[in-house]
């Protein structure tokens, strides 16, 4: 049986807690639980127990207000959504309630089952997405605690040793620089997260409050252009998290080399088929190998992960109409793979810091993306002791190259 969602609602009328309660009624399909506080200091004891999934707060509390509710709770620590309820749409109404920490809000006298039940249900999803960066941002604080400790060390390992007065200044330096670096990469992914999370998920709030205006069978097209719109958009939120997952895991170790025999030609056939799907209009992918077999051994999911990434960039990168030119080689000595596209390239002045993470270069500004992309290929490509080279020229196209010394063929 479904868990039951836990609503409290914040209002001094009884008549609103009765006619929330019947609407929520009237919701198919979903178990709620509906709890009533009717003070601003009974629904305060409330949220510090931390029993409800999702708040819905009105805006007026007798001597207070929902926002002074809203900011009371999230600076005593509650993670759980807020929804406020109003009397009136406004766009300052909605930009108070999202300052207070609301996730949205809602008029009272105009709320239906459906607005209702998807304003619960996206406010949910959206502060699961939230305590996600939180707990990255988290081990990322842990990781600086970590690096100062290691300065300490560095020091009190001055104070007990005979080293030179030179060789002591440098590994302080180079603990300092280590220490710097890392609030940098702190910075920069507070920034990247919060901005990339923010985007999708105001695309997927904005359509799904849209798509139930249209109710009729000749608003199918508009309905269904949202629904694309959401689907895109979940699936950026998906390669968001993947990108900082595997980031994490490479950082920990947890990534591994696992060779395996198989066909390249056949395997770089499918990937270059799956790619398909995700091209811009116009867009091609022309695979060419020049061996007619080639049975290999290489990590073959950490491969599979390599040629996506250059794939995607390869079209995130080129306009519509573009041909992208991906290549097999084997010879005795070693394996060659190449991904050339016919996009933007790169700046001349971005080239050196091309793999290092969170780094976009400034043509790409307008272009979505997190800048871990090729970091990540970079890792993947030395985890497996191959190589990693490009060429690009602004304008023009890049053509990345990897080659990987041959462990066996046939």
Not at 220 to 229: G, L
Not at 300 to 309: A, D, G, T
Not at 394 to 410: E, M, Q, R
């Amino acid at each position: 049986m479904q868990d039951k969602i836990r609503i409290l609602l914040v209002d001094d009328d009884e008549d609103d807690y009765i006619i929330t309660r019947d609407i929520i009624e009237d919701i198919p399909g979903r178990h709620y639980l509906l709890e009533w506080a009717g003070s601003f200091r009974e629904a305060l004891a409330q949220i510090e127990q931390k029993r409800h999934d999702v708040y819905l707060v009105d805006y007026r509390l007798g001597a207070h207000d929902g926002l002074e509710l809203i900011q009371e709770a999230v600076k005593k620590g509650s993670m759980a959504p807020f929804i406020l309820l109003t009397g009136q749409s406004d766009r300052e109404t909605d930009e108070k309630a999202m300052r207070a920490g609301a996730l949205d809000y809602i008029v009272k006298g105009t709320i239906s089952p459906n607005e209702l039940e998807r304003s619960i249900r996206y406010s949910i999803e959206h502060a699961k997405s939230l305590a996600v960066i939180q707990r990255l941002n988290t081990e990322l604080e842990q990781r600086v605690k970590e690096r100062t400790q290691e300065l300490g060390a560095a020091i009190r390992k001055l104070e007990q040793t005979n080293k030179s007065l030179y060789e002591a200044e440098q590994e302080v330096r180079k603990a300092l620089q280590k220490e710097k670096e890392l609030h940098e990469l702190k910075s920069r992914f507070v920034t990247i997260a919060s901005h990339e999370f923010r985007t999708p998920l105001s695309t997927v709030l904005s359509s799904a409050s849209l798509i139930g205006k249209y109710k009729s069978t000749e608003d199918d097209d508009k309905r269904q252009k949202h629904v694309d719109r959401i689907k895109s958009a979940v699936s950026n939120l998906t390669s968001i998290l993947n990108d900082f997952l595997s980031i994490s895991r490479i950082e920990e170790g947890k990534i591994y080399n696992v060779p395996s025999e198989f066909d390249l030609v056949a395997f770089s056939a499918e990937v270059a088929d799956e790619m398909q799907g995700f091209l811009k209009t116009g867009q091609r992918i022309h695979y060419k190998n020049y061996r007619d077999k080639a049975i290999i051994t290489l990590d073959r999911q950490l491969l599979k992960n390599i040629l996506f990434n250059l794939l995607s960039n390869a079209s995130k990168y080129s306009g519509e109409d573009r041909n992208i030119y991906f290549t097999t080689e084997t010879t005795d000595e070693a394996i060659r793979i190449t991904v050339q596209d016919e996009g933007i390239g790169i700046p001349d002045a971005d080239k050196t810091h091309l793999f290092t993470p969170f780094f976009r270069a400034q043509n790409v500004t307008n272009i979505q993306g997190t800048g871990l992309g090729l970091n990540i290929v970079k890792k993947y490509v030395d985890i497996m002791e191959g190589t990693l080279s490009y060429q690009s020229e602004l304008d023009k196209g890049t053509t990345f190259t990897i080659v990987f010394p041959l462990i066996a063929n046939s």
